[in-house]
């Protein structure tokens, strides 16, 4: 079983930058791909970033060049570091982790357990 506990969302301006955290329960961490997704108000929960167990990263096209997504094993946390932050931007974001092999998973139904989620608001 691996606990997620998500941190860091908040109220920014447009423009602005958050970092969120995703703290991990459990001893093997390191072996799971770590993945970012979020959900507007009447939206499906859509993805947002995911990175393995190297350290290799995934973003979906519209947070690319503005979200990093990165990994901290001794930690058991995974992080996602948002810049120049729109409107659109505006969701609750959630941390996901799973025990897969192969390529980074952007879907849902991959990832085994998940957090609760952190409300992330950016105001124009």
């Known amino acids: 079983q691996v606990q997620l506990v998500e941190s860091g969302g908040g109220l920014v301006q447009a423009g602005g930058s958050l970092r969120l955290s995703c703290k991990a329960s459990?001893?093997?961490?390191?072996?799971?791909?770590m993945g970012w997704f979020r959900q507007a108000p009447g939206k499906e929960r859509e993805f947002v970033a995911a990175i393995g167990w190297s350290g290799r990263p995934d973003y979906a096209d519209s947070v690319k060049g503005r979200f990093t997504i990165s990994r901290n094993n001794a930690k058991n946390t995974a992080y996602l570091e948002m810049n120049t932050l729109r409107p659109e931007d505006t969701a609750i974001y959630f941390c996901?982790?799973?025990?897969?092999?192969?390529?980074?998973?952007?879907?849902?139904?991959?990832?085994?357990?998940w957090g609760q989620g952190t409300q992330v608001t950016v105001s124009s």
């Open positions: 459990g001893r093997t961490f390191s072996y799971y791909t």
């Open positions: 996901a982790a799973g025990a897969i092999v192969g390529p980074l998973p952007t879907k849902t139904d991959e990832y085994n357990y």
